[in-house]
């Protein structure tokens, strides 16, 4: 991964309080995301984690986990060509943001229709 992206990553989780790791293997690419649920359960912020599954060679295809930890539901997503893990993160990024705010507004924890 570019030293950039690394960068990118920290300062989108100092923004937003969102902890971001990616995993770039040969043949799949995994970001997971904390994203902390609604500000009105208190102080202390909990977060749910999130995973964005894809790979080279998913023609820009994506798995997005909503409660990877405690189900077996999935989404599925086409976010264009994607040919590096740099290319990933900087397309999942916005996704996780869209995600984040949906939770802050206590619309985020359904799943819609393309729940497997």
């Not at 599954?53 to 998913?58: A, I, R, T």
């Not at 397309?91 to 729940?115: R, V």
Request: glycine share 8%; hydrophobic share 30%; net charge negative.
């Amino acid at each position: 991964m570019e030293e950039k992206t690394l960068e990118l990553m920290k300062k989108f989780e100092q923004d937003h309080e969102v902890y971001v790791s990616a995993t770039d293997k040969l043949t799949y690419w995994i970001i997971y995301a904390r994203i902390p649920k609604s500000r009105a359960q208190g102080v202390h912020n909990l977060h749910a984690g999130r995973r964005y599954v894809s790979g080279p060679n998913e023609e820009g295809n994506v798995l997005i986990l909503p409660d990877p930890d405690n189900s077996e539901s999935y989404i599925a997503e086409s976010w264009g060509a994607m040919r590096t893990i740099d290319d990933f993160v900087k397309k999942a990024l916005p996704h996780i943001l869209s995600d984040k705010e949906a939770a802050d507004n206590g619309t985020g924890e359904g799943c819609g229709t393309s729940c497997g």
